[in-house]
């Protein structure tokens, strides 16, 4: 049995807000859930082709945007998958931190970030998803 609370999950910087990390490859499960919390005012460009995501909205309100720009409202109990390998645009609304519980398989390694400066979508090298695979293969 693995117990994580918030207070000992690692922390990282993503790029437009951080993420708690409490599954991650290195514990075997196959899968990461992360508690992710994302600037107000942000938007993200994201695109995870070796993963897949779902997440859960528990706190604040913005948008997913598809890939065809179709904005689709984020709020408290609202949940999305991007089962296809989506491009996508997260968009926390202006007045508060939008917060996520999401789900990637497979697990992502843990230090992860994102570069939000460079052109077009950003998503994690598949080197990570490698490592990743890797560590689960370990066990």
Same mark, same amino acid.
């Given at each position: 049995?693995?117990?994580?609370?918030?207070?000992?999950?690692?922390?990282?910087?993503?790029?437009?807000?951080?993420?708690?990390?409490?599954?991650?490859?290195?514990?075997?499960?196959?899968?990461?859930?992360?508690?992710?919390?994302?600037r107000p005012g942000s938007r993200s460009q994201l695109h995870y082709a070796?993963?897949?995501?779902?997440?859960?909205?528990?706190?604040?309100?913005?948008?997913?945007?598809?890939? /065809?720009?179709?904005?689709? +409202? &984020?709020?408290?109990?609202?949940?999305? $998958? =991007?089962?296809?390998?989506?491009? #996508?645009? *997260?968009?926390?609304? /202006?007045?508060?931190?939008? +917060? &996520?519980?999401?789900?990637?398989?497979? $697990? =992502?390694?843990?230090?992860?970030? #994102?570069? *939000?400066?460079?052109?077009?979508?950003?998503?994690?090298?598949?080197?990570?998803?490698?490592?990743?695979?890797?560590?689960?293969?370990?066990?």
């Open positions: 049995m693995l117990l994580r609370t918030i207070s000992n999950a690692k922390t990282v910087e993503w790029g437009n807000g951080r993420s708690r990390r409490l599954l991650v490859a290195d514990d075997g499960l196959g899968y990461s859930i992360t508690d992710t919390i994302v070796n993963h897949l995501e779902s997440c859960y909205c528990i706190a604040g309100s913005g948008w997913i945007e598809d890939r /065809d720009g179709r904005p689709h +409202r &984020l709020v408290p109990g609202t949940l999305y $998958a =991007l089962d296809n390998h989506d491009p #996508h645009c *997260l968009v926390a609304g /202006d007045d508060e931190e939008l +917060r &996520l519980i999401c789900v990637f398989s497979p $697990a =992502l390694r843990g230090d992860e970030v #994102h570069d *939000l400066d460079a052109d077009g979508y950003s998503s994690y090298a598949p080197s990570d998803h490698l490592d990743a695979l890797a560590g689960a293969e370990r066990r």
